[in-house]
């Protein structure tokens, strides 16, 4: 998809999102998955800043996506990552204040694309997230990062591993480096956007 990314704004807590007047696509997952690299790779433009300190994100940045050739516009909320020791406690306590209340309650929220390692064993904070949009009823994707990481063998081992612990019947394996798995990621976005925008 030919499309532009702007960055909007940086929020802290729910007073300062952003209007709610185009489908919202948030990426979530625990620190250092690829959640920046992955919007980036979407867009094809370095907008989300990747590094190599997890947990470098500690706000939800927001960013206007306008496709040039198509409507619906949308909005990517690129979220700090959960789950990861080393990341201080007060980013952690950042989720009670406005994450779980922006997955809760974010009217324009239209599809949560869930991050997890392809090379990580499962973890029980990505069954956790997972458990949560399921009973808050939010449409979700999950996608297995950094793909390029693992030979044929293991990415198949690896990708029944995860299907089977965080109980889900599909998996998309992505790679920002290669941009594998991408264009799959795109049609899913388009869907769940204009479905949003209709109903
Ligand atoms: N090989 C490979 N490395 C990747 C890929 N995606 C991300 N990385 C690397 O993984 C590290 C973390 O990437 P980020 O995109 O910053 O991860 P994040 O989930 O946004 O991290 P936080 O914002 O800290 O939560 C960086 O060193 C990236 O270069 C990928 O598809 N393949
Ligand atoms: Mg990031």
Do not use: H
Request: charged content about 20%; some cysteine.
């Amino acid at each position: 998809m030919q499309c532009s990314a702007q960055f909007l704004l940086s929020a802290l807590s729910p007073a300062q999102f952003p209007q709610e007047d185009a489908p919202e696509i948030a990426f979530l997952g625990r620190s250092n998955v690829g959640k920046s690299s992955l919007l980036n790779a979407l867009v094809g433009a370095k907008a989300a800043k990747v590094s190599s300190t997890p947990g470098r994100t500690r706000a939800i940045n927001f960013f206007l996506i306008a496709d040039a050739r198509r409507a619906p516009q949308a909005v990517f909320a690129d979220l700090p990552g959960y789950g990861y020791a080393k990341v201080a406690k007060s980013v952690s306590a950042g989720w009670q204040d406005f994450i779980d209340p922006y997955l809760a309650t974010r009217q324009a929220l239209a599809l949560c694309v869930c991050l997890v390692d392809a090379k990580t064993p499962p973890q029980a904070s990505d069954r956790q997230l997972l458990d949560w949009l399921r009973a808050a009823g939010r449409e979700f994707i999950v996608v297995a990062t950094k793909i390029d990481r693992l030979s044929g063998n293991e990415r198949t081992r690896s990708l029944v591993a995860l299907k089977r612990a965080l109980d889900v019947d599909a998996l998309l394996p992505v790679s920002a480096k290669t941009s594998y798995g991408v264009k799959e990621l795109w049609e899913r976005i388009e869907t769940a956007a204009a479905e949003a925008a209709i109903g």
